[in-house]
């Protein structure tokens, strides 16, 4: 049995719900294949996300962190490969913040890979019926910046812990509200998908070889 933290975020952008918070929620306490759950909610904020999460690893002491935050225009659970060193706000944070073009460490490397084994995530995703995808930019948000400074606390400090991230795509209520024409995804499917790969996640150390890139 290992122990996953699962994140997600409270609303931000002026919405009154966040589908990575509803979601990880409905997974606090249980035991999913190899896991026993524990979920959090971060605030969506640049200054407040990391130290939140590594508040919430010294005190869960999880094997396993999986990171996930809703992002406009994503159709299907996007299994994030890697974090950069850069932070570039197209809309102000939920305390007002917009910095642009700055480090989420100063001083750290450009970038970090996901430690999860994401291509085996996304295959077994796909395998139950739930669109899936390995996605080669986080943006340069706060989901971003939470994803760098999950990576590069495994890095310095928690070598045995493995983590990354996951961007969700918004509720069909959101999507109706804002006359998004982009997909969307019910709040059922998006923890049936959290589910797997919590479960994935857990069972699986080393990443299968599997062509899953982008040409562009």
């Known amino acids: 049995m290992v122990t996953a933290l699962v994140t997600g975020f409270d609303p931000f952008g002026g919405e009154a719900i966040n589908p990575s918070g509803e979601a990880v929620k409905r997974l606090d306490g249980r035991l999913i294949g190899d ?13 407040g996300s990391g130290p939140a ?10 094997d396993i962190v999986i990171a996930v935050g809703q992002a406009d225009g994503r159709t299907a659970l996007s299994l994030e490969r890697v ?19 700055e480090p989420v460490v100063p001083g ?17 995703l796909r395998a139950q019926g739930i669109p899936a995808e390995i996605s080669q930019t986080a943006g340069t948000f706060v989901c971003n910046h939470l994803f760098y400074s999950l990576a590069h606390l495994i890095a310095t400090e928690c ?16 999507a109706a509200r804002n006359a998004v024409r982009y ?14 790969a919590v479960a994935t996640a857990a069972a ?3 990443d299968i070889k599997a062509s899953d890139g982008a040409i562009a």
């Open 83 to 101: 974090a950069i060193n850069v932070q570039d706000a197209r809309i102000p944070d939920n305390e007002g913040a917009s910095p642009i073009d």
């Open 53 to 62: 999460l590594a508040r919430a690893i010294a005190e869960v002491g999880p």
């Open 183 to 196: 997909g969307s995804m019910s709040l059922a499917t998006i923890v049936a998908g959290l589910e797997i």
């Open 108 to 124: 750290g490397p450009a970038a970090y890979w996901t430690s999860l084994p994401i291509k085996a995530m996304a295959a077994a």
């Open 35 to 47: 896991a026993y759950v524990v979920a959090r909610i971060l605030p969506a904020t640049f200054a």
């Open 159 to 174: 070598p045995a812990l493995r983590g990354g991230f996951i961007h969700i795509p918004l509720l069909p209520e959101q």
């Open 204 to 206: 699986t150390a080393a």
